[in-house]
């Protein structure tokens, strides 16, 4: 069993440093808390009680509360971060006392074990902001979806920002090639496919070519690997957690490893060219994805068929507009050398990404 007492977000750049706190005597609990914390890769400070003065209580990035010292924490200054943590499935006092000490959830083991390991390791890697995760998907073949993820994520980089570019269409060629570095050194998706639980976000940026100032998960060039939904998830939570922002080029074929992409985007841009044909195709690839992502938009590509333009695209499809996806004359081929979509800062595709980013990043609060 677990649950959340309802309390505001803490305002960004105030995570608390240090190791969790644990304040119990209860040996067999505390048993639980130390072989959980050691899952997570954290060495807590252990307590019978609240630290004398404000320092271990402030500072401690997690407090986990065993529930029998609750009466002994009662009277402490409130805070953030703060576990109730229990054993009896049974006791539903266990929510008056967690309001008493202001705690911010309450856990009962071994139900919530998973969410705890999870968030002891959130405080363990220094877990933020998450990122501003971003997909794209083409209204058709051909829509020029890739082209515009990479401009995306390569304008994000140049920005200043931790990118995180994600190929989540295995038949789609390899993002890397398109952003030229197919021989680069790293890992590709086939490496992740048994992945299961919780993936570190340090490790995984580490272990990716680096290109262009981002990161780049693509796929290889052998034998088509299917990558379960649970590995999906775990490889894109763990990206979100190192916060900048995350872009995922989607196939438009949705299977269950891309609704687990879905689940976790912020918003996902559709690329529609601007032609009756695709318009039409588009609606059927938007009903599907609004049913997960609840931030659709529409980017409209030239050029236009007689009696349309981007504002008259976006009504047929009954969906926000982005904006007009420039061409841009002279990008990249695989073979040709030169620089990936995006990369020229005073083209007119950078120039629309810069917008769409400064658009985006302020809806977000920042990043």
Partial sequence: MSGTVTHDPPPAGQQRQGRPLIITEDTELLDDLLRLCAAAGATPEVRPSPPDGREGWDTAPLVLVGDDAARRVRGTARRRGVVLVGRDQDDSGVWRRAVEIGA???????????WLVDRIADVAEGAGRPALTVGVIGGRGGAGASTLACALAVTSAREGLRTLLVDADPLGGGLDVLLGGETAEGLRWPAFAASRGRVGGGALEESLPELHSLRVLSWDRGDCVAVPPQAVRAVLAAARRRGGTVVVDLPRGLDAGVTEVLGQLDLA???VPAELRAVAAAGRI????SMVVRDLRVAVRGPYAPGLDDREVARLLALPLAGEVPVEPGL???DDG??????VARGPLARFCRGFWERALVEAGGV
């Fill in 338 to 343: 030169k620089a990936p979509p995006g990369a």
């Fill in 286 to 289: 938007a009903a599907a994805v």
């Fill in 104 to 114: 911010e959830h309450v856990l009962v083991l071994p139900d919530g074990e998973q």
């Fill in 332 to 334: 990249a081929r695989p």
């Fill in 269 to 271: 841009l559709l690329v």
